[in-house]
């Protein structure tokens, strides 16, 4: 895997509020690097408040985009197809439309982007947009999404159910486990993940196809997640089957546990990287 967050990460820590720290802290010529919220629009001159719960995700190798809905749904992107390097705030040319980053410092940084958006409440249609984002501010929901996605979850002496797990398939029933578990690795190596991943923290759990809920545990046989209450059973010490009910039918989702120390963002963002 490509050291995609190295400017983020060390030893498998994350590093957020204090990006850009060791570059001048009075310039605000740097290169955004950390997460940042957006706090503030302004549109055809107008400045208001973020209506919405958006975050950048920046590093040396891709920036991403993360959007966070109050039911728990979330979506992470690709949005702006470029690094977010400093540029200044300068137009070069009335033809010129490309991304603007200024103002940037450890603090924060303005995006200044150009909408071909047509009919939109918010956005101008061919006219400049402009951003602004600030480091440690998350919402309630979208802190327990980032601790899980960009923190190494270490085992839990008292859960074990606490951790990343990678989705390595399905089985319509319990039988012939050995068989199918066989077939599953074939498919879906451990040495080469898919993005398939669910994180359990202790009070909820975020699953990286774009949702997080909150959980109750009953010990290590069931989890609780909106009203419903799903078995577990146990294959190995890192390998569990999950139940979910199709109708009157119960089919397995089997999880492997993650180990090592890259977050889970890491794969995520290897997605993106070309």
């Given at each position: 895997?490509?050291?995609i967050l190295?400017?983020?990460?060390?030893?498998?820590?994350?590093?957020?509020?204090?990006?850009?720290?060791?570059?001048?802290?009075?310039?605000?010529?740097?290169?955004?690097?950390?997460?940042?919220?957006?706090?503030?629009?302004?549109?055809?001159?107008?400045?208001?408040?973020?209506?919405?719960?958006?975050?950048?995700?920046?590093?040396?190798?891709?920036?991403?985009?993360?959007?966070?809905?109050?039911?728990?749904?979330?979506?992470?992107?690709?949005?702006?197809?470029?690094?977010?390097?400093?540029?200044?705030?300068?137009?070069?040319?009335?033809?010129?439309?490309?991304?603007?980053?200024?103002?940037?410092?450890?603090?924060?940084?303005?995006?200044?982007?150009?909408?071909?958006?047509?009919?939109?409440?918010?956005?101008?249609?061919?006219?400049?947009?402009?951003?602004?984002?600030?480091?440690?501010?998350?919402?309630?929901?979208?802190?327990?999404?980032?601790?899980?996605?960009?923190?190494?979850?270490?085992?839990?002496?008292?859960?074990?159910?606490?951790?990343?797990?990678?989705?390595?398939?399905?089985?319509?029933?319990?039988?012939?486990?050995?068989?199918?578990?066989?077939s599953m690795?074939?498919?879906?190596?451990?040495?080469?993940?898919?993005?398939?991943?669910?994180?359990f923290l202790?009070?909820?759990?975020?699953?990286?196809?774009?949702?997080?809920?909150?959980?109750?545990?009953?010990?290590?046989?069931?989890?609780?997640?909106?009203?419903?209450?799903?078995?577990?059973?146990?294959?190995?010490?890192?390998?569990?089957?999950?139940?979910?009910?199709?109708?009157?039918?119960?089919?397995?989702?089997?999880?492997?546990?993650?180990?090592?120390?890259?977050?889970?963002?890491?794969?995520?963002?290897?997605?993106?990287?070309?």
């Open positions: 895997m490509k050291s190295k400017s983020l990460f060390i030893g498998g820590c994350l590093i957020l509020p204090i990006a850009g720290m060791s570059q001048n802290s009075e310039s605000k010529t740097q290169d955004p690097r950390g997460v940042y919220k957006l706090t503030t629009i302004t549109s055809n001159g107008i400045v208001q408040y973020a209506p919405f719960d958006q975050y950048k995700i920046c590093t040396d190798s891709v920036s991403l985009t993360v959007a966070v809905n109050d039911n728990g749904l979330f979506r992470i992107s690709n949005a702006d197809k470029v690094i977010l390097n400093y540029t200044g705030e300068e137009v070069k040319g009335e033809n010129d439309t490309s991304t603007k980053i200024y103002d940037s410092d450890d603090k924060g940084f303005t995006l200044k982007w150009w909408s071909e958006i047509k009919n939109h409440i918010l956005f101008p249609y061919r006219d400049w947009c402009i951003e602004k984002y600030q480091v440690g501010e998350y919402s309630s929901t979208a802190s327990k999404i980032f601790s899980a996605l960009m923190t190494v979850q270490e085992r839990d002496k008292k859960n074990d159910l606490i951790g990343t797990w990678r989705v390595l398939g399905r089985m319509d029933e319990l039988r012939d486990v050995k068989e199918q578990l066989k690795y074939e498919k879906n190596p451990t040495a080469k993940p898919n993005n398939n991943f669910v994180i202790p009070d909820c759990l975020v699953d990286v196809s774009g949702v997080c809920l909150n959980v109750s545990y009953e010990g290590k046989k069931s989890i609780k997640t909106g009203g419903v209450t799903q078995r577990i059973k146990w294959l190995k010490k890192d390998l569990i089957a999950i139940e979910f009910k199709k109708g009157y039918q119960i089919d397995y989702t089997v999880y492997e546990r993650v180990t090592g120390d890259v977050p889970i963002i890491s794969y995520i963002a290897d997605r993106f990287v070309k």
